[in-house]
């Protein structure tokens, strides 16, 4: 039973340029959040997608926008890449409506904006 | 922003040693989850508690919480290398709309 996968580990960008980031969820699950983690910080919610819609947004800027789609899994896109934009990405996956009890997370991509 | 903030930022401990963390949050909770992670990585789930409990146990886990205090603490006994990680705490609020993470402690145990 494989994991969350995300896709690709590393990444390398410029400013002003635009990325997408891949996650495909644990088997079963049909829910997908995104979290943006900077060196020695706790994650920081970005969003969360249930059913190919965004339920709920943390506090990120229109630059950050989602997709999930009908297999459940995810992408996230950053539009405009800013130097503050590097970090490490994570995706979670969980089960129900709720969605937020026991997600499982995949191991992040590296983020990097030069 | 953090809904939550762990102390100590770090400790460093023995083998065979108990390490004790805590985790302070701001609002009202629906539930309080331990998270573990390893070098930067991804996170893996290691306990959650819901608002109406006050303890649980899981292994060599104990978690504490009280509602009235606004904190958690998170109990390792009998602690091994291999749970030298960054820990960190993670809540919910009853209206359900985001999912706040602490800032985390890092646990080394020295062999």
């Known amino acids: 039973d494989a994991g969350v996968t995300q896709s690709p580990t590393h990444l390398i960008k410029t400013r002003g340029q635009q990325v997408t980031l891949r996650c495909s969820p644990k088997s079963g699950h049909d829910t997908v959040s995104w979290y943006q983690q900077a060196l020695g910080q706790g994650p920081q919610f970005i969003f969360q997608?249930?059913?190919?819609?965004?339920?709920q947004r943390g506090n990120f800027p229109d630059r950050f926008s989602g997709h999930q789609f009908p297999n459940y899994s995810s992408e996230l896109n950053v539009n405009a890449l800013l130097l503050g934009d590097s970090a490490l990405y994570l995706c979670?996956?969980?089960?129900?409506?709720?969605?937020?009890?026991?997600?499982?997370f995949g191991p992040g991509t590296r983020l990097t904006v030069l | 922003s953090q809904q939550g903030e762990e102390d100590p930022q770090a400790l460093s401990i023995q083998e065979g040693e108990n390490a004790t963390m805590n985790c302070s949050y701001k609002?009202?909770?629906?539930?309080l989850q331990w998270y573990r992670q390893n070098s930067g990585r991804g996170l893996v789930h290691l306990i959650l508690?819901?608002?109406?409990?006050r303890e649980k146990h899981s292994g060599r886990l104990r978690v504490t919480l009280d509602t009235s205090k606004k904190s958690s603490s998170l109990l390792i006994t009998a602690s091994r290398a291999a749970d030298t990680a960054s820990y960190f705490c993670a809540t919910d609020r009853p209206t359900g709309n985001q999912f706040y993470f602490g800032t985390g402690t890092s646990l080394t145990v020295i062999p």
């Open positions: 997608y249930y059913e190919e819609e965004e339920r």
């Open positions: 979670a996956s969980s089960l129900g409506r709720q969605g937020w009890d026991e997600q499982f």
């Open positions: 609002t009202s909770i629906n539930n």
């Open positions: 508690i819901r608002s109406n409990e």
